[in-house]
Structure formats: C-alpha cells, structure tokens
C-alpha cells in the first residue's frame, strides 16, 4: 500500500513540475524588440447570440454585444497604466509590491476561503518576482528594453481587474473569453483542431522561439499577434487567430477572467501558456488561483459591455 502511494505521489509531483515549470531566476535584461504589426489597441466586436461553451459543447447564450480587446494587454500599457495611477494617488510601492484598491466581497466562512474586506493593500503587481519585466526605477515603471508588445505578466486578477476598470470595462467572465475564442465552431482550439508549433507559444514551441527568435538560453512569452502568419529568424508561425480574429488566445500566457463564485476565493485563467503541453491550450480548459498571485506566465484582456449588463457573477 505504502508502495502505491509513493508511485502515486511521484506522478503527482512531476505532473506539477510539467504543468507550473520551474521558475527562473534571471534578472531584468533586454532582447530584440519585435514589431508584429498588430495594434495592441484594438478592441473586436463580439456579437450576442448562441455558442458552444466548454469540453461538451454546451449550447449557451450571451444576450448582448461586447467588445473585447485583439491582443493581450502588454508591458508597454500596463508600465503606462501604473505611472499614471502612481501620479493620481491610486496606487503605491511597498516591499517589492504595487498595492492598490478593491472594494472587496462577502465572505462566507467557507474552508479555505479568503477574507477580502475593503481596502487599498491589495497587490496589484509582483516588482520582486525572478521574470517580471517591468522595473521601478527613480519613481518610474519602466519596461525592459525589448519586452514593450509583450504581454504584461506577473499582474495580479486584482491588478487586471483595476487596468480594466480604468479604461472604463471589465475581465471577460469565462463564457465571454470562450465565445470570444470560439465563434461559432466546435474548435478544440481557437484556430481549430490541430496544433504544432507554427500555431502558438507553448511547450513544444518554446525551444526554437529562445533559440532562433531571441537566441536567448530561457523560457520566454512572445510578442502579442506573433503568430500572424510571418517568419522572423526563420522561425514560420501561422495566422492562427479565433474566428473573430483574437490573437493569442491559446498559449504565451495564461488570462484571467472576471467569475468568482461563492464559498471560494480563487478566480480563473483560460489559455494556456509558454510552460504549457497543448492540452492546456483548449478552449475549454481552466487554471486557477488566488486573485493576489501574479506569475510569469499569467496576463490578461479586457472587454467592454453595453451599460446595465449583469455579468453572473455570483461571489460578489
């Protein structure tokens, strides 16, 4: 019996490793800056209306049109959106962190559930953590050179959640990023069925793209809109956008969503990312953590609804 749980436990420990990665401890440094030629600053149209949500392909409806953006956020937009929210007053430095305020939720007492009362001590960003690529330097963010069009990662969902809400939308809940990332197809993944590595930035990927792409020797998350079709240092990527057109919304990093359901206070992330094997790249897979953590491999969009709609959003 002892036996059998050791084995199991060991399969247990190197699914994690494969899953999470081992996190590097490389300090801030510059790489080759990448123009795609993809406006990081474009929002798409999502019309309302019927899709397939989830591993089985549920019939679901969304009720309204909403927008959400083409790409990730990116360094270069979050590195601004700090610098202004620091000259407002909105946020601050502390030991290696970027607090600020969330309005916090009900608590239900539920095991292992978090107390989030009101406050302006929530982490919005990780400046501490081995990966980050933006610094803070004489009272300013600044982006390492090269990184300006990459995701931005290492944001917390409390620090996605307060970018959104000040360009005046929301995350996507998870039913609005899997419409967003399927249309109105039965994909396994945005782009369709198939995946190799021309098609996204993940496991099988990762090595040719630090190699040939940015000769550098670590795991590393690409432009946002880099898989469009072009070759960049002989490295060949397909168009392979959702059939609304969306960038990256399988691998390079993983992003958060809005829900957040009572009794429990992790929130969700859809994607996939560079760390990833291609299962975590469906669409209707699902990772999770505490809305204070912040990693290398986790970034974000926005969307923007019509005024009035009610997201379901049962937690809150």
């Known amino acids: 019996m002892k036996k059998k749980v050791l084995i199991l436990l060991t399969i247990f420990l190197a699914l994690s490793l494969s899953f999470c990665g081992k996190q590097p401890t490389y300090k801030h440094q510059s790489i080759k800056y990448i123009d795609t030629g993809i ?3 474009t929002w798409v149209l999502i019309p309302k209306g019927r899709f397939y949500a989830g591993q089985f392909l549920k019939e679901t409806d969304i009720n309204y049109d909403y927008k959400i953006m083409l790409t990730d956020v990116t360094n ?16 601050k430095v502390k030991s290696g962190k970027v607090l600020g305020y969330y309005k916090g939720e009900k608590y239900y007492g539920f095991r292992h559930e978090l107390k989030i009362p009101e406050g302006d001590n929530y982490p919005y960003f990780h400046l501490d ?3 980050v690529r933006i610094r803070y330097e004489k009272g300013k963010f600044v982006v390492d050179k090269g990184f300006e069009n990459h995701p931005a990662t290492v944001v917390t969902w ?26 109105n197809t039965k994909y396994s993944y945005p782009w369709g069925d198939d995946i190799d590595k021309e098609y996204a930035n993940y ?4 090595k040719e793209i630090r190699e040939k792409v940015f000769g550098v020797d670590f795991q590393i998350t690409t432009p946002v809109g880099f898989f469009n079709g072009k070759t960049y240092n002989g490295f060949e990527t397909k168009k392979s956008v959702s059939p609304y057109g969306l960038y990256d919304m399988g691998g390079n990093v993983w992003q958060w969503v809005k829900d957040r359901y009572p009794k429990m206070s992790d929130r969700f992330m859809k994607g996939g990312s560079f760390r990833n094997y291609d299962i975590y790249l469906r669409i209707w897979f699902r990772n999770s953590a505490q809305p204070q953590y912040g990693g290398i491999d986790v970034g974000f969009r926005c ?11 049962k937690g809150e």
């Open 39 to 41: 406006n990081p600053d």
């Open 76 to 91: 270069q937009m979050f590195a601004d959106y700090l610098n202004k929210a620091l000259s407002e007053g909105k946020i």
């Open 129 to 131: 953590e081995p990966g």
């Open 158 to 183: 409390f620090g996605a959640n307060a970018y959104c809400q000040s360009i005046g939308g929301d995350l996507p809940t998870e039913m609005e990023w899997e419409k967003a990332a399927r249309g």
């Open 203 to 206: 496991n099988f990927s990762q």
């Open 303 to 313: 969307v923007k609804r019509p005024e009035g709609v009610e997201t379901n959003n």
